[in-house]
């Protein structure tokens, strides 16, 4: 599965980030995490406001910094799909 962090490096996105890895620790899932930081390849996406979160390519929420649960609610839809 491949995990990718959308924002340009402020503190929700950082956050984000901390969150993606603690949900992907929790449900012990082989991932691959990046941070895509170029607003010009965030845009490509449709996501206008950060941070955002790409699962295998597809966009599964972008705007607010979301929750560890919240998280692991859209990997284990990911992982059904």
């Known amino acids: 599965m491949k995990i990718e962090i959308l924002g340009p490096g402020c503190p929700r996105c950082v956050n984000l980030e901390a969150n993606v890895k603690q949900a992907v620790a929790d449900l012990d899932i ?3 995490i990046e ?3 170029d607003m010009s390849q965030i845009m490509s996406y449709g996501v206008m ?3 955002g979160i790409l ?3 597809k966009v599964v929420g972008f705007g607010k910094l979301f ?3 919240e998280i ?3 990997l284990t839809q990911a992982s059904k799909n």
């Open 49 to 51: 406001s950060t941070p």
């Open 55 to 57: 699962i295998d390519g």
């Open 67 to 69: 929750s560890v649960d």
């Open 35 to 37: 941070k895509i930081t």
């Open 30 to 32: 082989d991932a691959t």
């Open 72 to 74: 692991k609610d859209m």
